[in-house]
C-alpha cells in the first residue's frame, strides 16, 4: 500500500517511458525499462557517435524529448548545458558565477538537472536554485522563468561539500535536499512553501515515498535519514544515521513497506520496516555505499562498497538477509541497470554489462571508454549510453541493435 499511489502521482515523468528526465530515472531507482539493447561488445567498445566537454563536476545526465541537460564548472562559473541527444551539438546554456568548491576533491556540481513540461530545474552548489527553459528570443541561451538562493534569502545552512542532491518534482512542489530534512518550494513561482529546521543537509536526492495514502519524501541530512510529508514538511520517522563527516549521500532505497540506506567510511547499510515506527531487520558492513546508491533487482542489491580512491567492490547482497552474495574486485563506480543487466562504470573509466543475477559477475561486453576519475552512474536512454568523467568528458555510445 505504501507505493501503490505513487505512480499516479509522478504520472507525467512515468509517461516518458524511454526518458531519464531526473536523477536516477523514471522510477527513482536507478534502472532503465529499456530492453533488446546491445550487450555484447569487443574490446573496442559500442560505436562512439559523439563527445562533447561539459565541465568539471559529478553532475549525472538528465534525457527528456531528445535533449540533455547536465552541469558543470569552467573559469569561474556553473554552467547548465543543454544539448542534442542525438548529435551532442549544444542547443542552449546558462551559466552563473560560482566558486569550484575543491575541497580534498576537484570539485564542482553535483547535482543532476531535472525536466518536466518543457521546465528544466537546477540546484546549485552553494544554494542557487532555478528554472529555466530555452530563450525565446536569443538563441543558445536559457531563459530563467525564476530564481532564488535558499543560503542567503532563507538561511540555509550550506553542508560542507555544497549542495549535491538533485531537485525532486511531485505534484507542484520542487523538493530539494537542504536543511535538516527538505525544504518545498512552488514549482511555477520558486516561493518557500516550507522548510526544515535548521541543520547541515546530507547529500543524497529526496526520495519519493507514500506513508498512510499521503505523499512523503525520504531526506538525509548529516544525521539522519527522515521521512517528511510533501505538503508540510511534518516529519513521520527519522533514522539517525551518523556517517563520517557527514556524508549520507546514497539515495534510499524502498520496496514495499521496507527501506534500505547506506553509507561509506565504513558505516555500512539496514533494512527497516516501515511501520508507525522503523523496525530494523538487519544491519551490517556488507554494502557501505558512499556515494552512489545500489540498485534492487529481484531479492537482491547490486552496488559498489568502498570510498573512493580506496579498493572497492562490485558486490550482490541479498535483500532479505544482508548477505554477501558475491563480489568483484571492479575498484570505485557506479552503476545502473535495465533488462535485467547491469552496466558497471568503474572509477577508472572501465564499462562493463553483465547480467544481474546472485549467480555471479560473468561480463558479456567490457572496453574503457574514459579517464579517471568516474563517479558519476552512466545513463541509458533510448537505445544511447551517456558517460562522463568528472574533468567533464562525456561520451555517447550506441547500444541500439542493428545500428
Known sequence: MIRKLLPLLLAPLWLAAEDWPHFRGPQHDGISREKNWLTDWSETGPKRLWEAQVGIGFSSMAVAEGRLYTLGHNEGADTLYCLDAKTGRKQWSYSWLSNIGAKFYIGGPGSTPTVTDGRVYVAGKWGEVSCLVPHPKNAGEGQVLWARHLAKEDQVRVPTWGFNGSPLVLGDRLLLNAGSAGVALDLKTGKTLWKSADGEAGYATPQPVMLGGQPH?????????????????????????FTRYGVNAADAIVDGDQVFVGSGYRKGCGLYKIGAELTEV??????????????????????????????????????????????????????????????????????????????????????????????????????????????????????????
Open 217 to 241: 519524501v525520504i531526506v538525509s541530512s548529516g544525521r539522519a535519514y527522515s521521512a517528511v510529508k510533501v505538503a508540510d514538511g511534518q516529519e513521520a520517522w527519522s533514522l539517525r544515521w
Open 282 to 403: 538487519w544491519k551490517n558492513k556488507n554494502l557501505s555505499t558512499q556515494m552512489n546508491a545500489a540498485v534492487k533487482i529481484g531479492d537482491h542489491l547490486y552496488g559498489f562498497d568502498g570510498d573512493s580512491g580506496g579498493p572497492g567492490k562490485l558486490r550482490c547482497v541479498s535483500w532479505k538477509t544482508g548477505e554477501v552474495v558475491w563480489e568483484h574486485a571492479t575498484g570505485f563506480g557506479a552503476l545502473t541497470a535495465a533488462d535485467d543487466r547491469l552496466i558497471v562504470l568503474t572509477g577508472t573509466g572501465a564499462l562493463m554489462t553483465a547480467p544481474a543475477t546472485p549467480k555471479g559477475f560473468k561480463p558479456s561486453g567490457r572496453t574503457r571508454v574514459l579517464d579517471k576519475d568516474c563517479w558519476t552512474a552512466p545513463v541509458l536512454a533510448k537505445g544511447l549510453l551517456y558517460c562522463r568523467n568528472s574533468k567533464g568528458h562525456l561520451v555517447c555510445l550506441d547500444l541500439r541493435r542493428g545500428q
